[in-house]
């Protein structure tokens, strides 16, 4: 298994445009999470789906940040408009059913808003 | 409010010591506590779990205890290498919650040759 996936790996992007970040999420994994990573702030939990469907996106900053889980191998987490605050690390991960509850990171989206 | 603290953002220690890093949290009741190491440019990587009745927890080279009456997690690398450094998170996932983690800051451990 090719683990989680994420793309782009960088963006760069000036302040005001959209940003569409990409997740693939390990077969088979029901929950799937969006972070965002910053020194200031660590790692923060941004939203979480299972099954596909939104269950918790009381981190979401504002707005301007939307997520979406079409089907089961996808999701996306969009910033429209983005601003040079957004620039972070923004991290997919996913995790099984089970008591475990440990979660496959994706190696990240590194964002930079000009 | 809730809080997780994990001691020092870094600690330097020589090859061969017993590293130990501190995780402490406050107005938290949880059921499982997870360790991951993240390495500079990559995703956080799962180590170990232990449930709030389990005292302790080893993995190899790696031991990890929870207190659940001092609200406290220790994690030990027992004879560390230098390939040992990296950052260490430890996650809390709280009794009766969604069974989402809430990450602490982390700890840079930098294991001397």
């Given at each position: 298994d090719a683990g989680v996936i994420q793309s782009p790996r960088h963006e760069v992007t000036e302040m005001g445009q959209e940003v569409t970040l990409r997740?693939?999420?390990?077969?088979?994994?029901?929950?799937?999470?969006?972070?965002?990573?910053?020194?200031?702030?660590?790692?923060?939990?941004?939203?979480?789906?299972?099954?596909?469907?939104?269950?918790?996106?009381?981190?979401?900053?504002?707005?301007?940040?939307?997520?979406?889980?079409?089907?089961?191998?996808?999701?996306?987490?969009?910033?429209?408009?983005?601003?040079?605050?957004?620039?972070?690390?923004?991290?997919?991960?996913?995790?099984?059913?089970?008591?475990?509850?440990?979660?496959f990171f994706g190696p990240g989206t590194r964002l930079t808003v000009l | 409010s809730q809080k997780i603290e994990q001691n020092s953002e870094a600690l330097n220690i020589q090859e061969g010591k017993t590293a130990t890093l501190t995780c402490n949290y406050t107005n938290y009741s949880p059921a499982y506590l997870q360790w991951y190491r993240q390495d500079p440019g990559r995703g956080p990587v799962f180590l170990l779990l232990i449930r709030e009745n389990e005292k302790e927890k080893r993995k190899e080279r790696l031991k990890v205890t929870f207190d659940t009456t001092l609200k406290q997690s220790l994690f030990h690398i027992t004879a560390s290498q230098p390939a040992d450094s990296a950052t260490y998170l430890c996650a809390l996932i709280s009794s009766g919650s969604a069974r989402q983690l809430t990450f602490g800051s982390g700890t840079q451990l930098t294991v001397l040759p």
């Amino acid at each position: 298994d090719a683990g989680v996936i994420q793309s782009p790996r960088h963006e760069v992007t000036e302040m005001g445009q959209e940003v569409t970040l990409r997740c693939k999420p390990i077969s088979g994994h029901n929950s799937l999470f969006w972070y965002r990573q910053t020194m200031m702030r660590g790692l923060e939990l941004l939203i979480y789906f299972n099954n596909n469907v939104p269950i918790d996106d009381s981190g979401m900053p504002e707005d301007r940040f939307s997520a979406k889980m079409p089907n089961a191998s996808f999701s996306t987490l969009k910033i429209q408009p983005s601003e040079p605050r957004d620039s972070a690390v923004y991290f997919c991960a996913s995790r099984p059913t089970g008591a475990t509850n440990e979660q496959f990171f994706g190696p990240g989206t590194r964002l930079t808003v000009l | 409010s809730q809080k997780i603290e994990q001691n020092s953002e870094a600690l330097n220690i020589q090859e061969g010591k017993t590293a130990t890093l501190t995780c402490n949290y406050t107005n938290y009741s949880p059921a499982y506590l997870q360790w991951y190491r993240q390495d500079p440019g990559r995703g956080p990587v799962f180590l170990l779990l232990i449930r709030e009745n389990e005292k302790e927890k080893r993995k190899e080279r790696l031991k990890v205890t929870f207190d659940t009456t001092l609200k406290q997690s220790l994690f030990h690398i027992t004879a560390s290498q230098p390939a040992d450094s990296a950052t260490y998170l430890c996650a809390l996932i709280s009794s009766g919650s969604a069974r989402q983690l809430t990450f602490g800051s982390g700890t840079q451990l930098t294991v001397l040759p």
